[in-house]
């Protein structure tokens, strides 16, 4: 099963999942937006927007009432059992129809698909937990999981962005971790306001490395504005990107064909080792070595000095102990898993918390994600196969940005299939083109993220500068209006 799936992350697996296919796999996209994923999979369901929690707690219901559930097992496992087990008790079946739009027909399909046909695996995706109560949605569906059975066995489990540095805490990668953190944080996902009202001491520095924040946070125009009043601006970069155009200094650095580094996976736990290709363009340098040269005008190059060989061996030390290093990645071939680090995560029953068992969730706090009649669509940030967030050429943007409706939604707002109008939100207003898709909801609006701002393209200028329940974005509790930019002329 995967889950509020992106267009890009699954494009590239098609012919897997044909094959899969064949092997009597089966695949289900549950996702808002029928997405190039339903192409390949076996079947698709499209419920309301920022619902997922509460599918996960209405086919937690079905299986306690129509599978035989392993009570015992998760008494054994599991912390708040009870608590959980009487909220999903509590569940109506009818109201998760209401609310998710979906059928108790469907609902009933999919909890007991996933229970039957194990092992199954759920793929959460990207977004699920971009709103305000995503992380209650994140646990409910890791919850069903557990509770499924669907956990602790091979080609089971639910994941989402498994990132290896979290995944592999050695006591020497903690208190590396420990060693190196900065004094002052300030939260990105509001980044505007946090540069404005830092005042103890001021923000008078920014250097940007490996990121393009001013593209890709909230509330673009706030941001823009916080950094034109800063003293210094420092951009690491190979083009000239919406936070470049923000810097007072811009340095060309290499790509990932030109450098040597250490790669850790964004899904699994494999140690990889980049290696060049190709001989740095012009005066373009790696990060490691301008920050080597910086190091030595401020008076401390001898402790940045290094090969980035040596470098991916110190980065790699905490990992000593798993088998992971430079030479030991190069004489692999590039690859290796770290040692001890198991292939089926919790197959023995024991979780990554203080008392070792699965802390189920004992509570929803339901807060429903609709949008009003002012702003009747929900906006759903699209990842495209093209690019990767806003890793877009500039020959790519010469055009408005596509804005994806339904029939419905169109003619509601007067529009045409190419015509040119505008979606408004409380934050800000952005031109667009309008693309009729008939396989839309009528309450979304489906925009590809990541266009720049200096070409009128970037959807960020609409989003609220909203937390997560940490310090996350939540990109995905935005709603719009779309609206008509033709005017009639004067007779």
């Known amino acids: 099963m ?78 708040r059992v009870d608590a959980y087990l009487g909220l999903v008790r509590a569940t109506s079946l009818d109201e998760v129809a209401r609310r998710t739009d ?32 995503g992380h209650q949605t994140c646990q409910l569906i890791a919850a069903l999981g557990v509770l499924s059975g669907n956990v602790g066995i091979p ?43 830092a005042t103890d001491p001021p923000v008078t520095t920014a250097f940007f490395m490996q990121s393009n924040l001013v593209n890709q946070m909230p509330d673009t125009p706030a941001i823009k504005t916080a950094l034109s009043g ?26 990932f064909l030109e450098e040597e580094d250490l790669v850790p996976s964004y899904g699994h736990h494999w140690m990889q080792l980049m290696q060049p290709v190709a001989r740095p363009l012009g005066e373009s340098r790696s990060d490691l070595s301008i920050l080597q040269g910086l190091a030595e005008r401020l008076g401390f190059g001898p402790g940045m000095a290094g090969s980035a060989g040596e470098w991916i061996d110190e980065a790699s030390r905490p990992l000593r102990a798993a088998g992971i290093g430079y030479s030991a990645l190069k004489a692999a071939g590039g690859r290796l898993w770290p040692e001890g680090q198991p292939r089926v995560p919790w197959a023995n029953g024991r979780f990554a918390t203080p008392s ?108 609220e500068p909203r937390f997560t329940a940490g310090t996350g974005s939540a990109f995905n509790q935005n709603f719009v209006r779309l609206e008509s930019t033709l005017k009639t002329e004067p007779r």
């Open 356 to 463: 070792g068992r699965f802390v189920f969730p004992d509570r929803f706090d339901d807060e429903p994600v609709l949008p009003t009649a002012e702003f009747p669509l929900h906006l759903i940030a699209q990842a495209t196969a093209d690019a990767m967030n806003s890793q877009i050429l500039e020959a790519d943007q010469d055009d408005l940005v596509i804005a994806e409706v339904s029939p419905i939604a169109a003619e509601r707002a007067g529009v045409t299939d190419g015509e040119r109008a505008a979606l408004v939100s409380p934050r800000g207003r952005l031109e667009v083109r309008v693309a009729i898709e008939p396989t839309l909801r009528s309450d979304t609006v489906v925009v590809p993220k990541g266009g720049w701002y200096k070409h009128g393209r970037n959807m960020n200028v609409l989003v």
């Open 2 to 79: 995967g889950t509020q799936s992106r267009r890009h992350e699954h494009s590239h697996d098609a012919r897997a999942q044909g094959g899969a296919g064949a092997r009597r796999t089966r695949h289900i996209v549950i996702d808002p937006v029928r997405t190039k994923s339903a192409r390949y999979v076996d079947h698709a369901v499209h419920p309301r927007p920022g619902t997922d929690g509460l599918l996960a707690l209405g086919m937690a219901h079905v299986l306690l009432e129509r599978r035989p559930v392993d009570l015992d097992r998760l008494a054994t496992i599991g912390e």
């Open 155 to 197: 080609g089971g489990g639910v994941n989402m962005m498994n990132w290896p540095w979290r995944a592999i805490r050695t006591p020497q990668l903690q208190a590396e971790a420990a060693r190196t953190s900065p004094p002052r944080t300030l939260p990105v996902s509001r980044l505007g306001e946090a540069l404005a009202s």
């Open 102 to 133: 979906l059928s108790r027909a469907t609902i009933e399909w999919l909890a007991l698909e996933y229970f039957d046909r194990k092992p199954a695996t759920i793929l959460e995706g990207v977004g699920l937990q971009q709103y305000t109560k």
């Open 230 to 255: 800063l003293e210094f601006v420092i951009c690491l970069d190979q083009f000239l990107t919406d936070t470049a155009e923000t810097a007072h200094l811009f340095l060309p650095t290499t790509t």
